[in-house]
């Protein structure tokens, strides 16, 4: 089938153009057939004459004609992504985010709109190499547009959907160390700024660096110490975000968390989002190339307890860094460290101090259930939770209600697990004390004959 927009001829089946983005319904295509440039900025109407849908086509005019729209990035229930041109910067490629929102339901639009300004406040604060600024927000005809710096590239997770296998391991590592460099800028702002959304789809491999980009800031919030002030809809995405953030109480080591379960699912190409919250199996169990290191890094980072994770991404990224190092050969304060063939040479890594030895009792993340994927048909939320390159979930009609029946869900399954203790045999205690008992009377023996006995055959 044809494009209309841009002509390209697209493979049957296929709702949506492969290369511009526009829509293929052939029953739109034979009402309407292909818009003229006069509609191409008209907004899509529901049955009620509520806007619902992006604006947003190829050669879609903004701001006077000075962004011209090059091709769709993502759409979806709650807003749009496209590549455009800036015509007032030598046609610099840019990428808009359209907010799109019920005007049928006040509250949420208002909900909707403070979030997104807020996703833009947050950026327009920030100053990192590696998190796409914000250079433009305007609205025009009742819609929202923020515009970005555009990071050509590829997302983890379209790197996984197209490879069909884990990432190498001191590929994987550096991406990580590159994110947690970003997360440690972030929790140095005042006050410290927590992303509440890490995952691979929003970390983007440049494709003129080979850098990873943090992007999607869109439920971020720099209000991590306020306590008074109660998180109800910050909950990230199923599989990443970490229990305490279902309860309300995100900080900077729930990112970590969200970090390391993504680290875990392109190491093992296991999505968590295909199984039950909170379940990941050793990593060597799942991948025998992943290093052991590497593992026990992973470990730690996913404690379900918060305070048995890293503390701060400083700590987590120099554990990263000495693995690169130490293992593969990355340059010392090589912050980037660039795979262009500088990680060479395997070097043995000695073993942390108080790691569990072979034959030694399992940890609490080693003895978490490992139950069978769920049938697609039954996975909580599956339906919302595939993300699409630009960060915007793709959830289509009825997204918002099934969102928030699987919060209502998270909220009702979560419970912490009890706490273990160690429980030691009664025996024990006994035998300790006629041991040291018995010492005693020996020791005192001795040195009652030095004493008393010994003189007399002096």
């Given at each position: 089938?044809?494009?209309?927009?841009?002509?390209?001829?697209?493979?049957?089946?296929?709702?949506?153009?492969?290369?511009?983005?526009?829509?293929?319904?052939?029953?739109?295509?034979?009402?309407?057939?292909?818009?003229?440039?006069?509609e191409?900025?008209?907004?899509?109407?529901?049955?009620?004459?509520?806007?619902?849908?992006?604006?947003?086509?190829?050669?879609?005019?903004?701001?006077?004609?000075?962004?011209?729209?090059?091709?769709?990035?993502?759409?979806?229930?709650?807003?749009?992504?496209?590549?455009?041109?800036?015509?007032?910067?030598?046609?610099?490629?840019?990428?808009?985010?359209?907010?799109?929102?019920?005007?049928?339901?006040?509250?949420?639009?208002?909900?909707?709109?403070?979030?997104?300004?807020?996703?833009?406040?947050?950026?327009?604060?920030?100053?990192?190499?590696?998190?796409?600024?914000?250079?433009?927000?305007?609205?025009e005809?009742?819609?929202?547009?923020?515009?970005?710096?555009?990071?050509?590239?590829?997302?983890?997770?379209?790197?996984?959907?197209?490879?069909?296998?884990?990432?190498?391991?001191?590929?994987?590592?550096?991406?990580?160390?590159?994110?947690?460099?970003?997360?440690?800028?972030?929790?140095?702002?005042?006050?410290?700024?927590?992303h509440?959304?890490?995952?691979?789809?929003?970390?983007?491999?440049?494709?003129?660096?080979?850098?990873?980009?943090?992007?999607?800031?869109?439920?971020?919030?720099?209000?991590?110490?306020?306590t008074?002030?109660?998180?109800?809809?910050?909950?990230?995405?199923?599989?990443?975000?970490?229990?305490?953030?279902?309860?309300?109480?995100?900080?900077?080591?729930?990112?970590?968390?969200?970090?390391?379960?993504?680290?875990?699912?392109?190491?093992?190409?296991?999505?968590?989002?295909?199984?039950?919250?909170?379940?990941?199996?050793?990593?060597?169990?799942?991948?025998?190339?992943?290093?052991?290191?590497?593992?026990?890094l992973?470990?730690?980072?996913?404690?379900?307890?918060?305070?048995?994770?890293?503390?701060?991404?400083?700590?987590?990224?120099?554990?990263?860094?000495?693995?690169?190092?130490?293992?593969?050969?990355?340059?010392?304060?090589?912050?980037?460290?660039?795979?262009?063939?500088?990680?060479?040479?395997?070097?043995?890594?000695?073993?942390?101090?108080?790691?569990?030895?072979?034959?030694?009792?399992?940890?609490?993340?080693?003895?978490?259930?490992?139950?069978?994927?769920?049938?697609r048909?039954?996975?909580?939320?599956?339906?919302?939770?595939?993300?699409?390159?630009?960060g915007?979930?793709?959830?289509?009609?009825?997204?918002?209600?099934r969102?928030?029946?699987?919060?209502?869900?998270?909220?009702?399954?979560?419970?912490?697990?009890?706490?273990?203790?160690?429980?030691?045999?009664?025996?024990?205690?006994?035998n300790?004390?006629?041991?040291?008992?018995?010492?005693?009377?020996?020791?005192?023996?001795?040195?009652?004959?030095?004493?008393?006995?010994?003189?007399?055959?002096?």
């Open positions: 089938m044809k494009c209309p927009y841009c002509g390209t001829v697209n493979p049957a089946g296929e709702n949506f153009c492969i290369d511009c983005g526009g829509s293929l319904d052939p029953t739109t295509m034979a009402v309407q057939g292909a818009p003229s440039q006069s191409l900025h008209e907004p899509v109407t529901s049955g009620t004459g509520n806007t619902t849908t992006s604006t947003l086509v190829p050669s879609s005019r903004l701001q006077g004609g000075r962004y011209v729209v090059k091709k769709i990035l993502g759409q979806g229930g709650m807003g749009a992504a496209v590549l455009a041109q800036d015509t007032r910067i030598a046609n610099k490629e840019v990428v808009i985010k359209e907010l799109i929102s019920d005007k049928d339901d006040p509250e949420q639009r208002q909900e909707d709109v403070r979030n997104f300004k807020r996703e833009v406040d947050t950026l327009a604060h920030l100053d990192h190499p590696l998190i796409p600024t914000v250079t433009d927000l305007f609205e005809s009742g819609r929202y547009y923020m515009v970005q710096e555009y990071a050509a590239g590829q997302n983890l997770e379209d790197y996984l959907e197209k490879n069909k296998k884990p990432m190498s391991e001191p590929e994987a590592l550096t991406y990580a160390s590159q994110v947690l460099d970003i997360l440690d800028y972030l929790s140095r702002q005042h006050p410290p700024i927590v509440r959304d890490i995952k691979p789809a929003n970390i983007i491999v440049s494709s003129r660096d080979r850098r990873a980009r943090l992007v999607d800031f869109g439920i971020a919030r720099a209000d991590a110490l306020d008074k002030r109660k998180q109800t809809t910050a909950l990230g995405t199923p599989g990443y975000a970490p229990p305490e953030q279902y309860q309300g109480r995100a900080d900077a080591r729930s990112d970590l968390y969200a970090l390391a379960a993504t680290l875990h699912h392109i190491l093992t190409n296991r999505d968590p989002a295909d199984y039950p919250p909170f379940n990941y199996p050793p990593a060597r169990t799942l991948n025998s190339a992943i290093s052991p290191e590497t593992e026990r992973l470990e730690r980072a996913l404690q379900m307890e918060i305070s048995k994770r890293y503390q701060n991404a400083a700590a987590m990224k120099h554990d990263v860094d000495e693995i690169l190092q130490q293992r593969f050969g990355a340059k010392e304060n090589d912050s980037t460290y660039l795979l262009s063939g500088g990680l060479t040479g395997k070097r043995p890594m000695p073993r942390p101090s108080g790691a569990s030895q072979p034959g030694s009792p399992a940890s609490p993340y080693e003895q978490g259930y490992r139950p069978e994927p769920l049938p048909a039954q996975q909580p939320g599956r339906q919302w939770a595939e993300p699409d390159p630009s915007w979930r793709d959830g289509g009609q009825g997204q918002r209600q969102q928030r029946e699987w919060e209502s869900r998270q909220r009702q399954m979560y419970a912490p697990p009890p706490p273990q203790y160690e429980q030691r045999p009664v025996g024990n205690s006994g300790y004390m006629q041991t040291s008992f018995l010492l005693l009377v020996i020791v005192l023996a001795i040195i009652g004959f030095i004493l008393y006995v010994l003189p007399y055959f002096g």
